[in-house]
């Protein structure tokens, strides 16, 4: 008997309490990791989102500045984004020029919102 004793006193290696919270530590480690990447995904796709509505505000903002009020579209929908520009007469003077703030609005499919405005000087018609 006294020979199992001994080995079970040197017995080295972990107890069953010991690899259970090990276990509970790594499994809390790896989901806080997850987690973390889940969101780092989120991230990037509402990063990607705003980039491709800035880029369609922008280029709507050049054609608008480039174009005689209400000769195009006011408003429409391009790649799953909405967009709108709006024309409005700030002042008039006597040589003919009138100046006009130009507006653009893009939404894209998950709510965010662009919003571009410019002035531009442009001839009486």
């Known amino acids: 008997m006294s020979k199992f004793t001994k080995i079970a006193k040197n017995a080295e290696g972990f107890t069953l309490l010991e690899t ?3 276990l509970l530590l790594a499994a809390s480690g790896l989901a806080i990791v997850f987690q973390s990447m889940s969101g780092a995904a989120r991230l990037h796709a509402a990063g990607i989102e ?4 800035s880029m369609l505000a922008e280029n709507i903002m050049t054609q608008a500045r480039a174009a005689e009020p209400g000769a195009g579209p ?15 007469p700030i002042a008039r003077n006597q040589n003919g020029l009138q100046l006009i703030r130009i507006r653009v609005l893009a939404a894209g499919p998950n709510g965010r919102e662009v919003r571009l405005v410019s002035e531009t000087l442009q001839a009486n018609p």
């Open 20 to 22: 259970l919270i090990a």
């Open 50 to 53: 705003l980039a491709q509505t």
């Open 74 to 88: 006011s408003s429409g929908v391009s790649n799953q984004i909405a967009w709108n520009v709006r024309f409005e």
